[in-house]
C-alpha cells in the first residue's frame, strides 16, 4: 500500500506535471495562428472548424520540434526537470522517421500537459473547496445510475480528500509518461549512437595515445634522473664540476618531463592547453647528451638525411628511441648503448643495442614498454624485432615506412 502512494509523496511527481503543464502553455502562443484558417472558412460548419484548427495547431507544434535548437532546449530540459539522463544530441543526418521523434514529443508534451493542466487543477481546486461547503461548493458522483452528493460535513471532506488523491495520481501518471517517453523519443538515434560511439573510440584512443606519451617521456626521465643523481652524488666531493654538469641534466629532463606532463593533464582534464610538446629526431642529440651526463657511454650512427623524416613519423621515431634507450639504461648491464638511426627514401631503420645482464639500478617496470612500442610500430605499418643478438647483448630494431607515415 505505501509503495502505491510513495509516488504520489515525491516533490518531483508535481515537478514533472508542471514541466507538463507549462509545455501546454508554451502551446498557447501558437493557438492564434491555428484559427486563422477558421476564420477564413467562415461558412464551414463550427465542427469542422474547431477540428481544422486543432489539426493546424497540432500541425505548427509538430513543426517546432524539428529545429535542431528546439530538440537540444527540450533534452536539456528532461535532463534536469525530469531527471532522465540524456546524451546531448549529435549533428548527424538522421532517417526520416527519427526526424519525427521530436515533434511526436511536443505533441505528447502538449497533450500530457493539457491533461495535467486540467483534468488535475480542477481535481485540486475541488480538493481545497469542497470542505465543509466552502464558497457553497457542491460535488456529486454518479455511477450506475444513483448518484451521492457532497453538500457539507464529513462527506464533503471525503471527497476532497478523493479528489486530491486522484490529482496527485494524474500527476504521478503525467510524469511517469513523460519520462518513459523522453529517452524514446529525445535519446539517441541509431544514427547517434554511432556517433557518439564514434567519439568514444576517438577520445579512448586519444588517451591510449597520451598513455603511450606519458610512459616514454617520464618513464625516460625518471629513469635518467635516478641514474644522474646518482652520478652526481658520487662525484660531488671528488669532481664538482662534472657533479654540477649533472645536476644541470637533472635540471633540463625534469623541465622536458614537465612540460609533457603538462600537456598530457590539460588534455585529459578537457582544458585548453597550449601547443603538445614536438620532440622529434632533430631533438635526438639533445637526448643522447643527456644521457652521456648520466654516465652513459653512447655510440650514436646517424646517417641520412634526418630533416626529410617530418610530422607523426619523426616524433613516434623519438619516442622508439627514447623508449628503447629507457630499457637499455634499465635492464642493461652497463658498457656502450649503441644507437642507429638510417633515414633512407623510403625506409626509416633504428635500433638500439645494448649489453645484457643484472639490472644496475634493479628499476621497477610497469611491463608496458615494449607492448606500447609494438603498438605504435603496427599504426605506423611498421615492423619490430627485439630479442637476444649474441652473446650477453640485447637488440631492438625497427623499421618504418616513410612514405605510407609521412
Known amino acids: 500500500m505505501f509503495r502505491g502512494i510513495r509516488p504520489l509523496l515525491r516533490g518531483s511527481t508535481y515537478t514533472g506535471g508542471l514541466f507538463a503543464s507549462c509545455g501546454a502553455l508554451a502551446s498557447l502562443a501558437l493557438l492564434p495562428f491555428a484559427m486563422l484558417p477558421g476564420l477564413v472558412w467562415r461558412s464551414a460548419p ?32 528532461a535532463r534536469r526537470v525530469l531527471r532522465v539522463p540524456l546524451p546531448d544530441p549529435v549533428p548527424v543526418r538522421s532517417p526520416g522517421a527519427d526526424r519525427w521523434r521530436t515533434p511526436f514529443w511536443l505533441l505528447l508534451h502538449v497533450a500530457l500537459g493539457w491533461t495535467a493542466a486540467l483534468v488535475g ?10 470542505p465543509g461547503g466552502w464558497l457553497d461548493a457542491e460535488a456529486g458522483v454518479s455511477l450506475f445510475g ?11 471532506w471525503l471527497m476532497a480528500l478523493g479528489c486530491a488523491l486522484l490529482g496527485a495520481a494524474v500527476c504521478a501518471a503525467v510524469t511517469y509518461a513523460l519520462r518513459w517517453l523522453a529517452p524514446r523519443l529525445l535519446g539517441p538515434s541509431a ?27 617520464i618513464g625516460h626521465t625518471l629513469t635518467a634522473t635516478t641514474i644522474q643523481a646518482a652520478v652526481a652524488g658520487e662525484l660531488l666531493a671528488a669532481d664538482p664540476v662534472a657533479a654540477r654538469g649533472a645536476l644541470r641534466s637533472i635540471e633540463e629532463s625534469a623541465r622536458a618531463a614537465l612540460e609533457d606532463l603538462d600537456y598530457v593533464l590539460g588534455v585529459l582534464r578537457e582544458e585548453k592547453t597550449e601547443t603538445a610538446p614536438t620532440r ?51 635492464h642493461g648491464a652497463g658498457g656502450p ?10 625506409v626509416l631503420e633504428l635500433a638500439v643495442v645494448n649489453r645484457t645482464g643484472a639490472a644496475a639500478g634493479g ?9 606500447g612500442l609494438t603498438e605504435r610500430v603496427r599504426l605506423l605499418h ?4 627485439s630479442g637476444p643478438d649474441g652473446p650477453r647483448r640485447w637488440r631492438l630494431a625497427v623499421r618504418l615506412p616513410v612514405r605510407t607515415s609521412a
Open 337 to 346: 648503448i649503441e644507437v642507429r638511426v638510417a633515414a633512407g627514401r623510403d
Open 363 to 371: 628499476f621497477p617496470t610497469s611491463g608496458h614498454g615494449l607492448p
Open 382 to 385: 611498421g615492423e619490430i624485432e
Open 280 to 330: 622529434t629526431l632533430a631533438d635526438l642529440p639533445e637526448l643522447l647528451d643527456r644521457l652521456r651526463h648520466a654516465g652513459a657511454v653512447v655510440e650514436p650512427d646517424l646517417s641520412g638525411d634526418l630533416a626529410q623524416v617530418q610530422g607523426t613519423l619523426s616524433r613516434a621515431a623519438y619516442r622508439i628511441v627514447q623508449e628503447g634507450l629507457t630499457n637499455a639504461l634499465r
Open 46 to 77: 463550427y465542427g469542422a472548424q474547431m477540428g481544422l484548427g486543432l489539426l493546424v495547431w497540432a500541425a505548427l507544434i509538430g513543426a517546432a520540434g524539428l529545429a535542431r535548437t528546439t530538440r537540444r532546449a527540450l533534452v536539456v530540459a
Open 191 to 217: 544514427a547517434e549512437r554511432l556517433a557518439l560511439a564514434a567519439q568514444r573510440e576517438l577520445r579512448l584512443a586519444e588517451r591510449n595515445r597520451l598513455a603511450h606519451e606519458l610512459h616514454d617521456s
Open 121 to 130: 487543477g480542477l481535481l485540486f481546486i475541488a480538493a481545497v473547496t469542497l
Open 146 to 156: 444513483r448518484t451521492v452528493r457532497a453538500e457539507g460535513g464529513w462527506s464533503s
